[in-house]
């Protein structure tokens, strides 16, 4: 059975938009799942051959196959470069936190400084902070570069 919001988005949305999506959405998006799947890529080849051949290579171009910066490569729009503060702290931050996670596990249970006990959960918890941060970061810089 078809969505009925998501037939009604793919009877609308352009070519381009059609595209982008198929070729940008995570695994498992239900868009491309059982009956929605099969309507979406039938609507996809009716409306490529309606744009042509020229339309769907420009389009294609357009779109790219990077999610975050498309074709758009090193334009004075946004570039990654303008990140790489924040994605430097963020990959240091994600390497301490790993590490620690992969010393304890090797430790298991210990005991702190303070006669405290240790337990693997400690470490993962940090980590679970810096992943949060990686995808903050990755949702900020995908914002500014649609």
Known sequence: MIDEAAKRWIDSANYESLL????????????FQGDTGKYYAEAMKKKRNEVGHDEHVRASKS????PVMGNR??????????????IYEV?????????????QMERGSWTDDTGHEVHLN???????????????????IIRKTQ
């Open 20 to 31: 982008s999506r198929w070729r940008h959405a995570p695994c498992g998006d239900p868009m």
């Open 122 to 140: 400690k470490a993962m918890m940090e980590l679970k902070g810096v992943v949060i941060a990686a995808i903050e970061l990755r949702e900020q």
């Open 91 to 103: 990959f240091q931050q994600f390497g301490d936190k790993a590490t620690d996670v992969f010393e």
């Open 73 to 86: 490569g090193n334009s004075e729009e946004v570039t990654l470069a303008q990140f790489a503060p924040q």
């Open 63 to 66: 779109i790219g196959w990077d």
